[in-house]
Protein backbone atom coordinates (compact mmCIF):
# COMPACT_ATOMS: atom_id res chain seq x y z
CA UNK A 1 0.00 0.00 0.00
CA UNK A 2 1.62 3.57 -0.94
CA UNK A 3 1.87 6.06 1.87
CA UNK A 4 -0.86 8.40 0.62
CA UNK A 5 -3.59 5.45 0.73
CA UNK A 6 -2.34 4.14 4.29
CA UNK A 7 -2.79 7.78 5.25
CA UNK A 8 -6.01 7.64 4.54
CA UNK A 9 -7.35 4.39 5.46
CA UNK A 10 -5.61 5.21 8.93
CA UNK A 11 -7.30 9.18 9.26
CA UNK A 12 -10.35 7.60 8.28
CA UNK A 13 -10.76 4.90 11.40
CA UNK A 14 -13.89 5.81 13.66
CA UNK A 15 -13.66 7.99 16.72
CA UNK A 16 -13.73 6.18 20.15
CA UNK A 17 -17.30 7.94 20.38
CA UNK A 18 -18.31 6.75 17.27
CA UNK A 19 -17.26 2.97 18.04
CA UNK A 20 -19.36 3.76 21.84
CA UNK A 21 -22.33 4.57 19.76
CA UNK A 22 -23.13 1.83 17.90
CA UNK A 23 -25.65 -0.58 18.91
CA UNK A 24 -23.24 -3.34 19.93
CA UNK A 25 -21.46 -1.21 22.50
CA UNK A 26 -24.71 0.67 23.45
CA UNK A 27 -26.60 -2.68 24.27
CA UNK A 28 -23.77 -3.45 26.71
CA UNK A 29 -24.34 -0.12 28.86
CA UNK A 30 -27.00 -1.51 31.25
CA UNK A 31 -24.42 -4.47 31.81
CA UNK A 32 -20.85 -2.98 32.23
CA UNK A 33 -19.28 0.74 33.33
CA UNK A 34 -18.45 3.13 30.73
CA UNK A 35 -14.90 3.08 31.27
CA UNK A 36 -14.76 -0.73 30.36
CA UNK A 37 -16.66 -0.05 27.31
CA UNK A 38 -13.96 2.86 26.04
CA UNK A 39 -10.78 0.33 27.24
CA UNK A 40 -12.50 -1.79 24.58
CA UNK A 41 -13.36 0.55 22.03
CA UNK A 42 -9.84 2.03 22.69
CA UNK A 43 -8.10 -1.40 22.61
CA UNK A 44 -10.27 -2.78 18.97
CA UNK A 45 -9.37 0.74 17.32
CA UNK A 46 -5.51 0.18 18.32
CA UNK A 47 -5.53 -3.11 17.24
CA UNK A 48 -7.02 -2.20 13.97
CA UNK A 49 -4.77 0.42 13.18
CA UNK A 50 -1.77 -1.73 13.51
CA UNK A 51 -3.13 -3.92 11.42
CA UNK A 52 -3.26 -1.45 8.51
CA UNK A 53 0.00 -0.57 9.07
CA UNK A 54 1.24 -4.05 9.14
CA UNK A 55 -0.61 -4.56 5.76
CA UNK A 56 -2.92 -7.44 6.95
CA UNK A 57 -6.18 -5.43 6.75
CA UNK A 58 -7.39 -2.96 4.15
CA UNK A 59 -10.34 -1.30 5.64
CA UNK A 60 -11.56 0.98 8.73
CA UNK A 61 -15.24 0.09 8.78
CA UNK A 62 -16.97 1.54 12.19
CA UNK A 63 -18.91 -1.77 12.31
CA UNK A 64 -16.20 -4.74 12.29
CA UNK A 65 -14.26 -2.66 15.14
CA UNK A 66 -17.26 -2.27 16.86
CA UNK A 67 -17.91 -6.02 17.31
CA UNK A 68 -14.60 -6.57 18.05
CA UNK A 69 -14.63 -4.26 20.58
CA UNK A 70 -18.20 -5.81 21.74
CA UNK A 71 -16.56 -9.63 22.10
CA UNK A 72 -13.94 -8.51 23.93
CA UNK A 73 -16.72 -6.36 26.55
CA UNK A 74 -18.35 -9.38 26.39
CA UNK A 75 -15.86 -11.43 27.86
CA UNK A 76 -15.55 -9.37 31.16
CA UNK A 77 -19.31 -10.70 31.69
CA UNK A 78 -18.66 -14.30 31.25
CA UNK A 79 -16.54 -16.45 33.27
CA UNK A 80 -13.13 -17.67 31.15
CA UNK A 81 -12.61 -20.93 33.02
CA UNK A 82 -15.88 -22.88 32.82
CA UNK A 83 -17.00 -26.56 33.45
CA UNK A 84 -16.50 -28.67 30.66
CA UNK A 85 -18.13 -32.30 29.62
CA UNK A 86 -14.63 -34.55 29.47
CA UNK A 87 -16.11 -37.27 26.49
CA UNK A 88 -12.00 -37.99 25.92
CA UNK A 89 -12.21 -41.13 28.00
CA UNK A 90 -9.34 -39.97 29.80
CA UNK A 91 -9.75 -39.99 33.64
CA UNK A 92 -6.76 -38.31 35.39
CA UNK A 93 -7.24 -34.90 32.24
CA UNK A 94 -4.09 -32.58 33.12
CA UNK A 95 -5.58 -29.84 30.68
CA UNK A 96 -9.31 -30.38 32.06
CA UNK A 97 -8.40 -29.58 36.00
CA UNK A 98 -7.40 -33.76 36.50
CA UNK A 99 -9.87 -34.91 39.02
CA UNK A 100 -13.33 -33.90 39.78
CA UNK A 101 -13.77 -33.75 43.52
CA UNK A 102 -16.31 -36.38 45.64
CA UNK A 103 -19.28 -34.69 47.07
CA UNK A 104 -18.16 -34.68 50.78
CA UNK A 105 -15.16 -32.63 49.21
CA UNK A 106 -16.82 -29.74 47.20
CA UNK A 107 -19.01 -29.47 50.40
CA UNK A 108 -16.45 -28.74 52.73
CA UNK A 109 -15.00 -26.53 50.80
CA UNK A 110 -17.98 -24.46 50.42
CA UNK A 111 -18.83 -24.69 54.19
CA UNK A 112 -15.06 -23.75 54.70
CA UNK A 113 -15.15 -20.88 52.16
CA UNK A 114 -18.39 -19.26 52.94
CA UNK A 115 -17.07 -18.23 56.99
CA UNK A 116 -14.26 -18.05 59.12
CA UNK A 117 -12.51 -21.85 60.29
CA UNK A 118 -10.20 -23.14 62.33
CA UNK A 119 -7.82 -23.36 60.42
CA UNK A 120 -4.37 -22.31 61.80
CA UNK A 121 -6.60 -21.93 65.82
CA UNK A 122 -6.96 -24.72 67.99
CA UNK A 123 -9.80 -25.29 69.85
CA UNK A 124 -8.29 -27.54 72.58
CA UNK A 125 -5.80 -25.06 73.68
CA UNK A 126 -7.26 -21.78 72.25
CA UNK A 127 -4.69 -20.06 71.15
CA UNK A 128 -2.80 -20.43 67.65
CA UNK A 129 -2.92 -23.50 65.79
CA UNK A 130 -1.15 -25.14 62.49
CA UNK A 131 -2.49 -25.81 59.52
CA UNK A 132 -1.10 -29.30 58.76
CA UNK A 133 -2.71 -30.72 62.04
CA UNK A 134 -5.77 -31.05 60.13
CA UNK A 135 -4.72 -33.90 57.74
CA UNK A 136 -1.36 -35.13 58.73
CA UNK A 137 -3.20 -37.54 61.07
CA UNK A 138 -5.57 -38.96 58.51
CA UNK A 139 -2.03 -39.34 56.26
CA UNK A 140 -0.33 -41.34 58.98
CA UNK A 141 -3.27 -43.77 59.37
CA UNK A 142 -3.49 -43.99 55.35
CA UNK A 143 -0.06 -44.57 54.76
CA UNK A 144 1.68 -45.79 57.59
CA UNK A 145 3.93 -42.79 57.91
CA UNK A 146 5.49 -41.44 61.03
CA UNK A 147 4.59 -37.76 59.81
CA UNK A 148 3.20 -35.49 56.85
CA UNK A 149 3.15 -32.21 55.17
CA UNK A 150 0.97 -30.95 52.70
CA UNK A 151 2.08 -28.05 50.00
CA UNK A 152 0.69 -26.55 47.24
CA UNK A 153 1.84 -29.28 44.47
CA UNK A 154 3.78 -32.28 43.84
CA UNK A 155 6.77 -29.99 42.09
CA UNK A 156 7.00 -27.66 45.00
CA UNK A 157 7.06 -30.74 47.47
CA UNK A 158 9.96 -31.84 45.10
CA UNK A 159 11.15 -28.58 45.37
CA UNK A 160 11.12 -28.23 48.59
CA UNK A 161 12.65 -31.66 49.85
CA UNK A 162 15.79 -31.36 47.02
CA UNK A 163 16.25 -27.68 48.75
CA UNK A 164 16.26 -28.54 52.11
CA UNK A 165 18.14 -31.89 52.31
CA UNK A 166 20.20 -31.82 48.96
CA UNK A 167 21.24 -28.16 48.36
CA UNK A 168 25.10 -27.84 48.75
CA UNK A 169 25.29 -31.79 47.81
CA UNK A 170 24.98 -34.53 45.83
CA UNK A 171 21.48 -35.99 44.80
CA UNK A 172 21.60 -39.52 43.05
CA UNK A 173 19.35 -40.25 40.37
CA UNK A 174 19.06 -42.60 37.54
CA UNK A 175 19.28 -41.51 33.74
CA UNK A 176 15.84 -43.84 33.14
CA UNK A 177 14.52 -41.17 35.63
CA UNK A 178 15.49 -37.81 34.80
CA UNK A 179 11.89 -36.83 33.91
CA UNK A 180 9.84 -34.28 32.29
CA UNK A 181 6.35 -34.23 33.80
CA UNK A 182 4.94 -31.65 31.06
CA UNK A 183 4.29 -27.90 31.64
CA UNK A 184 8.55 -27.54 31.79
CA UNK A 185 8.93 -29.44 34.95
CA UNK A 186 12.25 -31.76 34.30
CA UNK A 187 14.30 -33.14 37.08
CA UNK A 188 17.60 -31.98 36.22
CA UNK A 189 16.00 -28.23 36.53
CA UNK A 190 14.49 -29.04 39.41
CA UNK A 191 17.93 -29.67 40.77
CA UNK A 192 19.33 -26.51 39.41
CA UNK A 193 17.16 -24.83 41.26
CA UNK A 194 17.27 -26.75 44.88
CA UNK A 195 20.96 -25.73 44.54
CA UNK A 196 21.62 -29.64 44.78
CA UNK A 197 24.43 -31.11 42.28
CA UNK A 198 22.81 -33.84 39.88
CA UNK A 199 24.63 -36.87 39.60
CA UNK A 200 23.62 -39.29 36.69
CA UNK A 201 23.72 -43.00 37.34
CA UNK A 202 23.07 -45.44 34.51
CA UNK A 203 21.95 -45.66 31.03
CA UNK A 204 19.01 -44.77 29.71
CA UNK A 205 17.42 -47.94 29.50
CA UNK A 206 18.90 -49.92 32.74
CA UNK A 207 20.31 -48.87 35.94
CA UNK A 208 22.59 -51.32 37.97
CA UNK A 209 23.13 -51.09 41.62
CA UNK A 210 26.65 -51.05 41.27
CA UNK A 211 25.95 -47.89 39.17
CA UNK A 212 24.64 -46.04 42.62
CA UNK A 213 27.45 -47.39 45.00
CA UNK A 214 30.30 -46.07 42.30
CA UNK A 215 28.29 -42.44 42.57
CA UNK A 216 27.89 -42.57 46.25
CA UNK A 217 30.58 -40.55 48.05
CA UNK A 218 31.32 -38.47 51.08
CA UNK A 219 29.16 -35.78 49.75
CA UNK A 220 26.27 -37.72 48.59
CA UNK A 221 22.75 -36.41 50.41
CA UNK A 222 20.33 -38.33 48.98
CA UNK A 223 19.20 -41.16 46.73
CA UNK A 224 16.25 -39.97 44.50
CA UNK A 225 13.88 -42.09 43.17
CA UNK A 226 10.90 -40.57 40.17
CA UNK A 227 8.35 -42.61 39.14
CA UNK A 228 8.52 -42.35 35.09
CA UNK A 229 4.62 -41.51 34.96
CA UNK A 230 4.10 -40.46 31.70
CA UNK A 231 6.06 -42.78 29.53
CA UNK A 232 6.77 -46.49 29.73
CA UNK A 233 10.19 -48.19 29.09
CA UNK A 234 9.90 -51.41 27.22
CA UNK A 235 12.32 -54.38 26.38
CA UNK A 236 16.24 -54.57 28.04
CA UNK A 237 15.53 -52.88 30.69
CA UNK A 238 15.98 -52.24 34.69
CA UNK A 239 16.10 -49.56 37.55
CA UNK A 240 17.45 -50.40 41.20
CA UNK A 241 14.02 -50.42 44.02
CA UNK A 242 13.40 -48.31 46.51
CA UNK A 243 14.47 -51.40 48.63
CA UNK A 244 17.69 -51.93 47.01
CA UNK A 245 18.59 -47.73 47.44
CA UNK A 246 17.57 -48.13 51.50
CA UNK A 247 20.26 -50.91 51.60
CA UNK A 248 22.45 -48.93 50.03
CA UNK A 249 22.19 -45.76 51.90
CA UNK A 250 21.86 -48.11 54.99
CA UNK A 251 25.42 -49.37 54.24
CA UNK A 252 27.06 -45.65 53.48
CA UNK A 253 25.52 -44.75 56.62
CA UNK A 254 27.18 -47.21 58.97
CA UNK A 255 30.03 -46.75 57.23
CA UNK A 256 30.41 -42.53 57.75
CA UNK A 257 29.53 -43.78 61.49
CA UNK A 258 32.25 -46.35 61.68
CA UNK A 259 35.08 -44.04 59.84
CA UNK A 260 33.50 -41.01 62.16
CA UNK A 261 32.36 -38.54 59.29
CA UNK A 262 30.11 -36.00 60.85
CA UNK A 263 28.19 -35.47 57.42
CA UNK A 264 24.70 -36.41 57.77
CA UNK A 265 22.67 -39.66 56.69
CA UNK A 266 22.11 -40.63 52.82
CA UNK A 267 18.00 -40.22 52.46
CA UNK A 268 15.94 -42.38 50.18
CA UNK A 269 13.62 -39.93 48.96
CA UNK A 270 10.84 -41.33 45.92
CA UNK A 271 9.04 -38.79 44.18
CA UNK A 272 6.38 -41.36 43.64
CA UNK A 273 4.39 -38.38 41.16
CA UNK A 274 0.80 -40.21 41.05
CA UNK A 275 0.58 -41.60 44.37
CA UNK A 276 -1.85 -44.61 44.73
CA UNK A 277 -3.10 -44.99 47.94
CA UNK A 278 -5.18 -48.06 46.98
CA UNK A 279 -4.07 -50.90 45.19
CA UNK A 280 -6.57 -50.89 42.20
CA UNK A 281 -7.55 -53.41 40.34
CA UNK A 282 -6.88 -51.29 36.34
CA UNK A 283 -3.02 -51.31 37.36
CA UNK A 284 -3.66 -55.03 35.84
CA UNK A 285 -0.26 -56.32 35.02
CA UNK A 286 1.39 -52.84 35.94
CA UNK A 287 3.27 -52.44 39.07
CA UNK A 288 2.28 -49.29 40.38
CA UNK A 289 3.72 -48.40 43.30
CA UNK A 290 1.24 -47.24 46.23
CA UNK A 291 2.43 -44.97 49.02
CA UNK A 292 2.45 -46.82 51.44
CA UNK A 293 4.62 -49.78 49.44
CA UNK A 294 7.48 -47.28 49.35
CA UNK A 295 7.53 -45.99 52.71
CA UNK A 296 7.56 -49.93 53.82
CA UNK A 297 10.08 -50.71 51.25
CA UNK A 298 12.39 -47.88 53.23
CA UNK A 299 11.99 -44.97 51.66
CA UNK A 300 12.73 -41.66 54.01
CA UNK A 301 10.41 -39.70 52.32
CA UNK A 302 7.74 -40.20 49.81
CA UNK A 303 5.75 -37.16 47.78
CA UNK A 304 3.24 -37.58 45.11
CA UNK A 305 -0.19 -35.25 44.46
CA UNK A 306 -3.42 -34.95 45.18
CA UNK A 307 -4.97 -34.47 42.05
CA UNK A 308 -3.70 -37.54 40.09
CA UNK A 309 -4.56 -41.11 41.35
CA UNK A 310 -5.56 -39.67 44.49
CA UNK A 311 -8.63 -38.26 43.24
CA UNK A 312 -8.85 -35.14 45.70
CA UNK A 313 -7.84 -31.36 44.67
CA UNK A 314 -4.30 -30.03 43.62
CA UNK A 315 -1.71 -30.82 46.43
CA UNK A 316 2.07 -32.05 46.92
CA UNK A 317 1.95 -34.41 50.00
CA UNK A 318 5.49 -35.39 51.44
CA UNK A 319 4.93 -38.54 54.21
CA UNK A 320 7.61 -40.08 56.23
CA UNK A 321 9.95 -40.02 58.77
CA UNK A 322 9.16 -37.32 61.65
CA UNK A 323 12.27 -35.60 62.24
CA UNK A 324 12.97 -35.37 58.42
CA UNK A 325 9.01 -33.56 57.84
CA UNK A 326 9.58 -31.50 60.68
CA UNK A 327 12.64 -29.81 59.40
CA UNK A 328 10.43 -29.61 56.21
CA UNK A 329 7.66 -27.53 58.14
CA UNK A 330 10.21 -24.81 59.51
CA UNK A 331 11.76 -24.37 55.49
CA UNK A 332 11.45 -21.03 54.14
CA UNK A 333 9.81 -22.13 51.44
CA UNK A 334 7.12 -24.18 53.05
CA UNK A 335 5.11 -20.73 53.97
CA UNK A 336 5.70 -19.95 50.29
CA UNK A 337 4.77 -22.79 48.87
CA UNK A 338 1.49 -23.37 51.23
CA UNK A 339 -1.38 -24.81 50.60
CA UNK A 340 -4.42 -22.43 51.19
CA UNK A 341 -7.69 -23.07 53.38
CA UNK A 342 -10.22 -24.41 50.31
CA UNK A 343 -8.11 -27.13 48.92
CA UNK A 344 -6.86 -28.00 52.69
CA UNK A 345 -10.75 -28.72 53.26
CA UNK A 346 -11.08 -30.66 50.08
CA UNK A 347 -8.23 -32.75 50.85
CA UNK A 348 -9.05 -33.64 54.35
CA UNK A 349 -12.36 -34.57 53.57
CA UNK A 350 -11.34 -36.76 50.40
CA UNK A 351 -8.87 -38.33 53.21
CA UNK A 352 -11.27 -39.52 55.31
CA UNK A 353 -13.43 -41.28 52.69
CA UNK A 354 -10.18 -43.67 52.20
CA UNK A 355 -10.80 -44.23 55.88
CA UNK A 356 -13.28 -47.04 54.56
CA UNK A 357 -11.67 -47.63 51.07
CA UNK A 358 -15.04 -49.31 49.71
CA UNK A 359 -16.43 -46.19 50.24
CA UNK A 360 -13.02 -44.55 48.58
CA UNK A 361 -13.63 -46.62 46.02
CA UNK A 362 -17.91 -45.37 45.15
CA UNK A 363 -17.46 -42.17 45.89
CA UNK A 364 -14.00 -40.70 45.05
CA UNK A 365 -14.95 -40.14 41.24
CA UNK A 366 -11.75 -40.79 39.63
CA UNK A 367 -11.75 -44.21 41.96
CA UNK A 368 -15.26 -44.57 40.03
CA UNK A 369 -14.37 -44.25 36.88
CA UNK A 370 -10.70 -46.36 37.21
CA UNK A 371 -12.34 -49.45 38.69
CA UNK A 372 -16.18 -49.00 37.21
CA UNK A 373 -17.11 -52.01 35.40
CA UNK A 374 -17.01 -52.59 31.62
CA UNK A 375 -21.07 -53.58 31.71
CA UNK A 376 -21.90 -50.60 34.04
CA UNK A 377 -20.03 -48.27 31.16
CA UNK A 378 -21.79 -50.23 28.19
CA UNK A 379 -24.87 -49.55 29.74
CA UNK A 380 -24.10 -45.99 30.10
CA UNK A 381 -23.11 -45.53 26.90
CA UNK A 382 -26.20 -47.67 25.34
CA UNK A 383 -28.10 -44.82 27.51
CA UNK A 384 -26.51 -42.16 26.04
CA UNK A 385 -26.94 -43.37 22.44
CA UNK A 386 -30.59 -44.01 22.64
CA UNK A 387 -31.23 -40.63 24.32
CA UNK A 388 -29.44 -39.25 20.70
CA UNK A 389 -31.64 -41.71 18.80
CA UNK A 390 -34.54 -40.22 19.90
CA UNK A 391 -33.66 -36.22 20.37
CA UNK A 392 -31.37 -35.56 17.19
CA UNK A 393 -32.79 -34.95 14.04
CA UNK A 394 -33.43 -38.35 11.59
CA UNK A 395 -31.11 -38.78 8.91
CA UNK A 396 -28.25 -36.55 10.36
CA UNK A 397 -25.50 -39.19 11.84
CA UNK A 398 -25.31 -42.73 12.61
CA UNK A 399 -25.19 -43.58 16.06
CA UNK A 400 -24.05 -47.02 17.64
CA UNK A 401 -21.77 -48.01 20.68
CA UNK A 402 -18.62 -49.11 20.33
CA UNK A 403 -15.40 -50.84 22.45
CA UNK A 404 -12.80 -48.63 22.63
CA UNK A 405 -9.75 -48.21 25.55
CA UNK A 406 -9.63 -45.33 27.95
CA UNK A 407 -6.72 -44.06 30.01
CA UNK A 408 -5.75 -43.14 33.31
CA UNK A 409 -4.12 -40.08 32.16
CA UNK A 410 -2.45 -37.23 34.66
CA UNK A 411 1.07 -39.13 34.45
CA UNK A 412 -0.76 -42.43 35.75
CA UNK A 413 0.02 -45.56 34.00
CA UNK A 414 0.38 -44.31 30.96
CA UNK A 415 0.16 -47.57 28.87
CA UNK A 416 -2.14 -49.09 30.45
CA UNK A 417 -5.52 -49.33 28.82
CA UNK A 418 -8.73 -49.16 30.44
CA UNK A 419 -11.40 -51.40 28.83
CA UNK A 420 -14.43 -48.69 27.70
CA UNK A 421 -17.49 -47.83 25.75
CA UNK A 422 -18.04 -45.10 23.36
CA UNK A 423 -20.74 -43.26 21.60
CA UNK A 424 -19.92 -43.09 18.12
CA UNK A 425 -21.39 -40.86 15.72
CA UNK A 426 -21.21 -40.63 12.08
CA UNK A 427 -22.08 -37.71 10.13
CA UNK A 428 -24.82 -37.61 7.17
CA UNK A 429 -24.94 -33.88 7.51
CA UNK A 430 -21.61 -31.95 9.08
CA UNK A 431 -18.61 -33.66 9.86
CA UNK A 432 -16.81 -34.65 12.99
CA UNK A 433 -14.44 -32.04 12.92
CA UNK A 434 -17.04 -29.37 11.96
CA UNK A 435 -19.52 -31.08 15.13
CA UNK A 436 -16.14 -31.33 17.15
CA UNK A 437 -15.74 -27.75 17.17
CA UNK A 438 -18.79 -26.75 17.38
CA UNK A 439 -19.50 -28.43 20.77
CA UNK A 440 -16.42 -26.96 22.09
CA UNK A 441 -15.95 -23.54 20.66
CA UNK A 442 -19.82 -22.61 20.26
CA UNK A 443 -21.66 -24.71 23.07
CA UNK A 444 -21.93 -22.54 26.71
CA UNK A 445 -20.77 -25.78 27.92
CA UNK A 446 -18.04 -26.94 25.97
CA UNK A 447 -18.04 -30.48 25.52
CA UNK A 448 -14.89 -32.26 24.30
CA UNK A 449 -14.98 -35.83 22.97
CA UNK A 450 -12.58 -37.39 20.35
CA UNK A 451 -11.67 -37.76 16.87
CA UNK A 452 -11.38 -41.16 15.20
CA UNK A 453 -11.11 -41.54 11.82
CA UNK A 454 -14.52 -40.16 10.35
CA UNK A 455 -16.39 -40.59 13.50
CA UNK A 456 -16.95 -38.53 16.84
CA UNK A 457 -16.62 -40.52 20.06
CA UNK A 458 -18.10 -39.70 23.32
CA UNK A 459 -16.68 -42.30 25.86
CA UNK A 460 -18.69 -42.98 28.44
CA UNK A 461 -15.70 -43.77 31.09
CA UNK A 462 -15.76 -40.36 31.97
CA UNK A 463 -19.60 -39.27 31.34
CA UNK A 464 -22.18 -39.57 34.26
CA UNK A 465 -25.84 -39.64 32.64
CA UNK A 466 -26.07 -35.99 34.01
CA UNK A 467 -24.17 -35.17 30.73
CA UNK A 468 -26.34 -36.47 27.97
CA UNK A 469 -29.31 -34.13 27.91
CA UNK A 470 -25.74 -31.60 27.41
CA UNK A 471 -24.87 -34.03 24.90
CA UNK A 472 -27.97 -34.30 22.72
CA UNK A 473 -28.57 -30.09 23.22
CA UNK A 474 -25.46 -29.26 21.66
CA UNK A 475 -25.45 -31.91 19.14
CA UNK A 476 -28.95 -30.86 18.62
CA UNK A 477 -27.76 -26.81 18.18
CA UNK A 478 -25.16 -28.17 15.37
CA UNK A 479 -27.54 -29.86 13.41
CA UNK A 480 -29.42 -27.07 13.40
CA UNK A 481 -26.82 -24.45 12.52
CA UNK A 482 -26.16 -27.04 9.57
CA UNK A 483 -29.46 -27.21 8.33
CA UNK A 484 -29.95 -23.57 8.48
CA UNK A 485 -26.71 -22.66 6.47
CA UNK A 486 -27.79 -25.79 3.71
CA UNK A 487 -31.37 -23.38 3.78
CA UNK A 488 -30.00 -20.23 3.01
CA UNK A 489 -27.13 -21.64 0.55
CA UNK A 490 -30.22 -22.80 -1.14
CA UNK A 491 -32.43 -19.13 -0.86
CA UNK A 492 -29.27 -17.84 -1.71
CA UNK A 493 -28.32 -19.96 -4.76
CA UNK A 494 -31.93 -19.00 -6.28
CA UNK A 495 -31.52 -15.20 -6.01
CA UNK A 496 -28.13 -15.63 -7.81
CA UNK A 497 -29.70 -17.47 -10.43
C1 LIG B 1 2.87 -35.12 38.20
C2 LIG B 1 4.23 -35.30 38.73
C3 LIG B 1 4.89 -34.26 39.40
C4 LIG B 1 4.27 -32.91 39.56
O1 LIG B 1 3.17 -32.97 40.39
P1 LIG B 1 2.14 -31.74 40.43
O2 LIG B 1 1.23 -32.08 41.56
O3 LIG B 1 1.49 -31.68 39.12
O4 LIG B 1 2.95 -30.52 40.72
C5 LIG B 1 6.16 -34.49 39.88
N1 LIG B 1 6.76 -35.68 39.72
C6 LIG B 1 6.16 -36.71 39.08
C7 LIG B 1 6.91 -38.00 38.93
C8 LIG B 1 4.86 -36.56 38.58
O5 LIG B 1 4.27 -37.56 37.93
Known amino acids: MDQASLHHLLSALPSVEEVLNTSALLSLRASLPQHILTLCARDAIERARQEIRKGTRHEEELLSIASRAQTQALAYLRPSMKRVINATGVVIHTNLGRSPLALDAINAVVDIAQGYSTLEYSTQTQSRGSRHDHVEQLLCTLSGAQAALVVNNNAAAVLMV ?49 DYTRALTSHTALLLKVHRSNFRMLGFTGSVSVAQLRALANAENHRREVSGECTSHVLVYEDL ?50 DLIERLKKHPLARAIRIDKMTLAALEATLRLYLNPHVALTSIPTLRMLTEKIEDIYAR ?21 IAETGRAGGGALPQCNIETAAVALTFIVGSAQGAEHYLIAKHSTPIIGRIKKDCLLFDALTLTSSDFSEIAAGLGAYFAEQNNEAQSGQTQGRHHG
Do not use: W
Open 381 to 401: AQALATILDHELPPHCARIEV
Open 162 to 210: LSEYAAGFEAIVSRGELVEIGGEFRIPDIMVLSQATMVEVGTTNKTHEA
Open 273 to 322: GSGALLNLPCFGDYDEPTVVASLQAGADLVSFSGDKLLGGPQAGIIVGNR
